[in-house]
């Protein structure tokens, strides 16, 4: 009997299958092998060192001996550093002996005025600096971080208008508008400018006390207010409002804040146009103060930067031998979140402040590194194989 074609096959199988309808591939069950690439296939060169005495142990030598000498370097010069803290959470108001963290401010009394005393038994060679410290402040809470409004920051003022969805950003509350009214908004708004470090600190030299006049003609340390913030945040990330002629004034950044219904935070006691009026391009949006404010600390305890000290005069080689004292308008509560509050005056390294950490670490590492390459080159005298004795490895061998 004749062998049936190949149409009658396919058209029985149809049948058989109870569809009249040539079958058609299912495309969900597609093969899903990767394409014949070397790449897909993993099929491309691939290098591995083999790790073995020779070429491990100098090379943990050597990162010692280039580590050590570098961690000891770094160690002297934070050593170097002339560092000065004091604490005046505690400070006692003038004239009376209560504390001002126990002050009772209110509108009509908003200030304590304290004073901390201290001595230099060297002089401090400049550039000479001075910083407040907060202990148990956590500017690193993530909710924190987010309350603010970048666009704001940089002279983006926009009115509260519920149907269009603009004002202050959302990101800000509770300090995006004003509790009860709903139609005025802050500015800048958000937890962290609302909770602007407001402490006013000066320095004075009482003078030298092996001098006849010392304690007599007390100076005035002079305080630059600026240079103190990063140069891309002031240039790039705070802008004030500008008028029509697109000059930044301080009538223009007035008129935005009214025409737009924007208030000052609520626990500001100073409007936005006068945080430094002696200075315009220090002030609002702009001013030093407020921009390095803003730059959350990474810890709970940390230091910012408050003030250059202007070498001129007595100071125009840093600070002098002899007794000081920093006039304090003590604002800020801090043991409310038991907190502590500082204020540091230091010099500075060729590598910065003071902070032995980076020594240390480099230090460790280098001995580790030599500690490791003394343990591998005893385990490698003793019980160590050269590479082509490994290679070579069969069963008649007796390791």
């Known amino acids: 009997m004749a062998q049936p074609t190949e149409a009658v096959t396919a058209a029985m199988s149809h049948v058989a299958s109870g569809s009249g309808v040539p079958h058609q591939p299912d495309e969900s069950r597609r093969s899903r092998k990767p394409a014949n690439t070397k790449f897909k296939q993993q099929q491309l060169p691939a290098w591995q060192p083999m790790l073995t005495a020779r070429s491990v142990l100098p090379f943990l030598v050597a990162i010692g001996v280039a580590f050590i000498p570098i961690g000891i370097a770094l160690f002297l010069s934070a050593a170097n550093v002339y560092e000065i803290q004091r604490d005046y959470t505690q400070c006692k108001e003038l004239g009376k002996d209560v504390p001002c963290a126990n002050f009772s401010f209110s509108s009509q009394n908003p200030i304590c005025h304290c004073q901390e005393f201290f001595s230099l038994d060297k002089q401090i060679a400049g550039p000479v600096y001075i910083?407040?410290?907060?202990?148990?402040?956590?500017?690193?809470?993530?909710?924190?971080?987010?309350?603010?409004?970048?666009?704001?920051l940089m002279g983006g003022f926009q009115r509260i208008?519920?149907?269009?969805?603009?004002?202050?950003?959302k990101d800000c509350d509770p300090f995006a508008s004003v509790k009860g009214n709903g139609t005025y908004g802050y500015a800048p708004c958000g937890a962290i400018a609302n909770s602007l470090f407001n402490d006013s600190i000066a320095l004075h030299y009482l003078g030298n006390p092996t001098d006849a006049a010392a304690g007599v003609n007390i100076q005035p340390v002079g305080l630059l207010k600026t240079g103190i913030a990063w140069k891309s945040d002031k240039d790039i990330k705070f802008r004030n409002p500008r008028n029509a002629s697109g000059i930044a004034t301080r009538q223009a950044l007035i008129d935005a804040m009214k025409n737009n219904n924007l208030e000052k935070p609520p626990y500001w006691s100073t409007e936005l146009w006068n945080l430094d009026t002696e200075d315009q391009n220090n002030n609002g949006l702009q001013n030093e103060d407020l921009i390095v404010w803003m730059r959350t600390a990474a810890f709970p305890s940390f230091r910012k930067l408050y003030r250059r000290v202007n070498h001129v005069n007595t100071f125009a080689d840093g600070l002098p031998v002899g007794n000081y004292s920093f006039e304090i308008d003590y604002r800020y509560p801090v043991t409310a979140?038991?907190?502590?509050?500082?204020?540091i005056i230091s010099s500075v390294s060729w590598i910065g402040?003071?902070?032995?950490?980076?020594?240390?670490?480099?230090?460790?590492v280098g001995c580790v590194c030599l500690l490791l390459a003394a343990i591998f080159f005893f385990i490698h005298v003793k019980w160590g194989k050269k590479p082509s004795d490994m290679m070579n490895v069969t069963s008649a061998s007796h390791w």
Request: hydrophobic share 20%; glycine share 10%; charged share 30%.
């Open 353 to 364: 402040g003071r902070n032995p950490f980076l020594g240390i670490a480099y230090m460790t």
């Open 161 to 169: 208008d519920i149907d269009k969805q603009t004002g202050p950003s």
């Open 337 to 343: 979140f038991e907190g502590r509050k500082y204020v």
């Open 131 to 152: 910083y407040y410290g907060l202990d148990n402040f956590y500017q690193n809470h993530r909710k924190y971080v987010k309350s603010r409004d970048d666009n704001q």
